[in-house]
Structures are given as structure tokens and as C-alpha cells.
């Protein structure tokens, strides 16, 4: 067993999922007040989103953005893609992610929340996208190998317990050359133990 593999199964993986729903039960409600950075269309605005793409997200929809970057920054989707974003959250990338693949594309959601799943599904349909959402784990992802010609995630894989899994997940459901275009928060340095073992450090 690898150094980083100990690490990995030191850490309370049940205890990290019920801290992530504790807090994501709410956001699902509202993410107000839930954040450290800006969140909604100031949120979405500051971290570079293209205001010509937001156009696609209905106001209601983009106030429950609280991504940590922009993963379309990364590359272009073009029509005809399937895309898979997982952690999808209320799923403002997801309706953005339709958008740009258009009728003949695909977007899917994947979030471990049911609440934030069934928010999602609600804002893809005020949006009148036709992405479709399930509830799921980043470390198990309910899709076939092969799937999915891109993969997004937006602030997600810092909450998975289990990283290198979640990783491994994307590569699988990845068809051959097929890329992950990934916004989310990393460390720079190790964390004081008393921060790395602290459940709500972990959904802050
Ligand atoms: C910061 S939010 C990002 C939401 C959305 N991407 C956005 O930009 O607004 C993180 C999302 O990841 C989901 N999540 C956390 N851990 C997860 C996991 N292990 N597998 C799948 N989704 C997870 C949360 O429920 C939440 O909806």
C-alpha cells in the first residue's frame, strides 16, 4: 500500500458524505449564505464565465450558481458532444452544457445529493433544456465505460473522500480521447491534521 493510499483509507468516508449532504440539503434550498465567495450571477461572473453564455441560464437558475471556476474555459464543446458534469449541483453548467451541444448532443448530471439532483431537474426544466440529471457518486459513476466524450465538474471532486476512485470513474466513462475539463478548489501545502481530520472542514 502506497503513502497516499494509506491516507485515503484513514479518512471516514461515510462521515465526509453525511457532512457534504448536512450542508447541500440546504444549498439545494438556497445557497445564499452558504459560501465563502460570491455565489449566484456575481459568483458566475467573477470566476470568467462569458456573459454571452449566461444568457442561456435563466436569472432564477443562475442565482443557485456556486461553482469555484470556469470549466468551459478549458475547451470548446461543440455540437454534437456528450458531456457529463458531475457534481452538477442545481445544474447551471448542465443547462450551459446543453446549450453548447445542442439537439444533436447530450448532457448529463450526476450529483450525490437527491435534493441538489431534484433542484437540477427543476432548473433544466425552467430552463427548457433536455439534459437529464441522476443522483450518483463521483466514485462510483452510474454510466457505462465510454460513455461521454467530455466530462465537467465545477467545485465537486474537492468534496470526494476518495479522489484518485473519482478520477479513475471519469477516465472509465471517457471515450478514447476524450478529455475532463475540471474547475475545483487544491491544496498547495499539507493541512494542519486538525483541519485535514475535521468532517466540517470538509464541507466548508
Ligand atoms: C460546489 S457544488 C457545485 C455545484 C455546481 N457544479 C455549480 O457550479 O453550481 C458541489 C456539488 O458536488 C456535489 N457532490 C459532493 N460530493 C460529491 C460526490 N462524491 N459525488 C457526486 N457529487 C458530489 C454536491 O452535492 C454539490 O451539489
Known amino acids: 500500500m502506497t503513502e497516499g493510499e494509506k491516507r485515503v483509507t484513514s479518512i471516514d468516508v ?4 453525511d457532512a457534504v449532504r448536512k450542508k447541500y440539503v440546504h444549498v439545494a434550498r438556497t445557497p445564499e449564505g452558504r ?33 469555484v471556476g470556469n470549466p468551459f474555459a478549458l475547451g470548446a464543446i461543440t455540437a454534437g458532444d456528450a458531456v457529463l458534469d458531475v457534481g452538477c449541483g442545481a445544474g447551471i453548467d448542465l443547462v450551459i452544457a446543453q446549450h453548447l451541444a445542442g439537439p444533436r448532443g447530450r448532457a448529463s448530471g450526476v ?3 437527491p435534493e441538489m439532483a431534484d433542484r437540477a431537474r427543476l432548473n433544466v426544466g425552467l ?16 454510466y ?7 466530462v465537467i465538474s465545477n467545485g465537486s471532486f474537492n468534496l470526494s473522500p476518495l479522489k484518485a476512485q473519482s478520477f479513475g470513474e471519469v ?11 475540471c474547475a475545483d478548489i ?18 466548508e
Do not use: K
Not at 144 to 150: E, I, L, M, R
Not at 188 to 194: G, I, N, R, V
Open 14 to 17: 461515510d462521515g465526509v458524505r
Open 186 to 203: 487544491v491544496l498547495q501545502e499539507a493541512l494542519p491534521p486538525e483541519v485535514a481530520n475535521s468532517l466540517e472542514a470538509w464541507s
Open 35 to 67: 459560501f465563502q465567495y460570491p455565489v449566484g450571477r456575481a459568483g458566475a461572473l467573477a470566476v470568467g464565465y462569458d456573459p454571452a453564455l449566461l444568457a442561456a441560464v435563466p436569472e432564477a437558475v443562475l442565482s443557485f450558481f456556486c461553482g
Open 144 to 150: 457505462d465505460d465510454g460513455t461521454f466524450d467530455v
Open 111 to 113: 450529483d450525490l445529493i
Open 171 to 181: 477516465w472509465r466513462v471517457l471515450r478514447p480521447g476524450g478529455r475532463l475539463q
Open 127 to 142: 430552463a427548457g433544456a433536455a439534459a437529464d440529471v441522476v443522483v450518483g457518486a463521483a466514485e462510483a459513476l452510474p
